[in-house]
T-cell receptor
Framework: AQTVTQSQPEMSVQEAETVTLSCTYD???????LFWYKQPPSRQMILVIR??????QNATENRFSVNFQKAAKSFSLKISDSQLGDAAMYFC?????????????FGKGTKLTVNP | DTGVSQDPRHKITKRGQNVTFRCDPI?????LYWYRQTLGQGPEFLTY????????KSRLLSDRFSAERPKGSFSTLEIQRTEQGDSAMYLC???????????????FGPGTRLTVL
């Protein structure tokens, strides 16, 4: 079974600075998807960024980018120019693209605090 | 384009009672998912529908839990004889068919927070 590990329960960053959140995963599959979701306090989970495993190029969405290292099974999220609104729980998630399973497997999350 | 909606947003019940939650997916999304999230944890998969067919169920979904999506639109999740361990946030998500968008991406609703006393 696939597992996702987020080793940083909490992180903090100064406003306008850059922070990197770590995620590692375990799978025997060669093709899959990886996601970062953001869950603000008492608000719903929203997609931050998505990566297809067969693509070597790292995904980028405005201030958010990933460092995808397939061999190392690592998928870190970099937030540049951090803003107060970035404060939230961040979850890394894995989805198979094989075998018919469409479930997302989530890590335990990293709580990001942005200091003014 | 309205998002995924869930009702109710909060539910407090006594142990042993039955509860039912509703999820309305984004229009034209044919895939619908249920997850459970306990405090301090990431969401855990419960079950998944493609149209009205329930295609995957987690071992977490005990026989006290049942989910339906009778017409391939909204879905209900029922918990019978609730236990204190059922207290959690129940999240619903949907995703589009391959012809309409990124079917691999799931869009989440606000969740239903269940408290069992």
């Amino acid at each position: 079974a696939q597992t996702v590990t987020q080793s940083q329960p909490e992180m903090s960053v100064q406003e306008a600075e850059t922070v990197t959140l770590s995620c590692t995963y375990d799978t025997s599959e060669s093709d899959y998807y990886l996601f970062w979701y953001k869950q603000p306090p008492s608000r719903q989970m929203i997609l931050v960024i998505r990566q297809e495993a067969y693509k070597q190029q790292n995904a980028t969405e405005n201030r958010f980018s990933v460092n995808f290292q397939k061999a190392a099974k690592s998928f870190s999220l970099k937030i540049s120019d951090s803003q107060l609104g970035d404060a939230a729980m961040y979850f890394c998630a894995y989805r198979s693209s094989q075998g018919g399973s469409e479930k997302l497997v989530f890590g335990k999350g990293t709580k990001l605090t942005v200091n003014p | 384009d309205t998002g995924v909606s869930q009702d109710p947003r909060h539910k407090i019940t006594k142990r042993g009672q039955n509860v039912t939650f509703r999820c309305d997916p984004i229009s034209e999304h044919n895939r619908l998912y249920w997850y459970r999230q306990t405090l301090g944890q990431g969401p855990e998969f419960l079950t998944y529908f493609q149209n009205e067919a329930q295609l995957e169920k987690s071992r977490l979904l005990s026989d006290r839990f049942s989910a339906e999506r009778p017409k391939g639109s909204f879905s209900t999740l029922e918990i019978q004889r609730t236990e204190q361990g059922d207290s959690a946030m129940y999240l619903c998500a949907s995703s589009p068919p391959p012809t309409s968008g990124r079917t691999d991406t799931q869009y989440f609703g606000p969740g239903t927070r269940l408290t069992v006393l």
